[in-house]
């Protein structure tokens, strides 16, 4: 079932993703799950940085840059791909 | 004259000191980007014979990532006990920020949900079911536009009514399941008898729970001051102003 599951580090550029896990602990998730990464939400990857890392990612209407660090275990399935 | 400390807290950028200026006269610095508000403002007004002393605090998506501004906000709330906490939100994200509305609920009853840059949501054709709101989150809730000066006679209006006592909110009660309800249960017993019931018991057993370390440090810090009051002049506790970053 969550076969098509990606990183959000792995996501390409443009793509949505409906997060499926966060694999990160501690005050960190804490964070992440503030700042919108939660499962069930979705999540837009808009710009890599010209040196790949951090990311900016899209997440209930704000726009939110990550380290490889994180966005690395943090999972979603990308949308639109039942096709594919 | 009767004094009421108020409380604004919300996320980044939800326009608490574009309502704090507007209601006070004072220029705090706003502006379109996250996180300007790093020191806490402190301003006085007066409405029909009641003085209101707004506390403007800094913007943040939660309170218990224990950062600086974070637990500024979060020791404001929990140790400065405002008369009551006006919870700001951006009527065009409600989503991300009844996260912190909802950890404010759980931390005082004293909550007025101020539901700002309403002008915003209906040029974006948002509609907002306030009777549903209020229902569910069993606190006042009113929608504004700040910077308009829109719906902030009614805001301040309520707010006087929660912070007189007149009006008491009774808070939906958020509930984590079985087990985590039972240690819940073990907890508030020790948490009244080494806190007595100046805190709020079920929250103060939360954040234990979670492993709380920033909040069990500042918890430790006042008890001690309050039991050596000749160690400095915490006895009365003045909430200093806080830088972050
Ligand atoms: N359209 C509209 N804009 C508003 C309203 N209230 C505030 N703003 C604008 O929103 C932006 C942010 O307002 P601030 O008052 O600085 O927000 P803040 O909550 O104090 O932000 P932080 O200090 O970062 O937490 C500013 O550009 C304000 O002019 C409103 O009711 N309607
Ligand atoms: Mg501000």
């Not at chain 1, 602990?25 to 990857?45: A, I, K, Y």
């Not at chain 1, 990311?55 to 994180?70: D, G, H, K, Q």
């Not at chain 2, 079920?202 to 001690?224: F, M, N, P």
Request: charged share 25%; glycine share 8%.
């Amino acid at each position: 079932m969550s076969n098509k599951e990606v990183a959000l580090s792995e996501a390409e550029t443009g793509s949505r993703l409906v997060l499926s896990r966060i694999e990160v602990d501690g005050g960190m998730r804490r964070r992440l799950l503030d700042l919108g990464f939660v499962p069930g939400n979705e999540v837009e990857v808009i710009q890599r940085s010209p040196l790949g890392d951090p990311t900016a990612f899209r997440v209930s209407n704000t726009t939110i840059a990550l380290r490889r660090e994180e966005s690395s275990r943090i999972f979603g399935e990308p949308e639109g791909e039942e096709l594919a | 004259m009767n004094t009421y400390t108020v409380a604004l807290a919300g996320n980044p950028n939800t326009g608490k000191s574009t309502l704090f200026n507007s209601l006070t006269g004072m220029r705090q610095h706003t502006g379109n980007w996250a996180g300007k508000t790093v020191l806490t403002a402190e301003g006085d007004c007066v409405r029909g014979g009641t003085r209101f002393r707004l506390v403007d605090l800094p913007g943040t998506y939660s309170l218990y990532s224990n950062s600086a501004d974070e637990e500024a906000a979060r020791d404001y709330i929990i140790f400065e006990n405002p008369d009551c906490a006006i919870v700001v939100l951006d009527a065009t994200s409600l989503e991300r920020n009844l996260n912190l509305a909802l950890q404010v609920l759980e931390m005082t009853s004293r909550v007025v949900v101020c539901i700002n840059l309403i002008d915003e949501a209906e040029k974006l054709g948002i509609r907002i079911d306030l009777q549903t709101f209020r229902q569910r989150l069993g606190v006042p809730v009113v929608a504004i536009s700040a910077r308009h000066n829109r719906g902030v006679d009614a805001l301040m209006e309520l707010v006087e009514q929660v912070a007189s006592g007149q009006l008491a909110p009774h808070p939906t009660v958020l509930t984590y399941g079985d087990e985590i309800e039972h240690k819940i249960g073990e907890l508030e017993p020790l948490v009244r008898s080494a806190l007595g019931t100046r805190y709020p018991t079920r929250w103060v057993a939360l954040r234990l729970l979670d492993g709380d370390e920033g909040l069990l440090a500042s918890l430790k810090k006042r008890l001690h001051d309050r039991a050596m009051p000749q160690s400095g002049k915490e006895g009365e506790i003045r909430y200093e102003r806080t830088a972050c970053h």
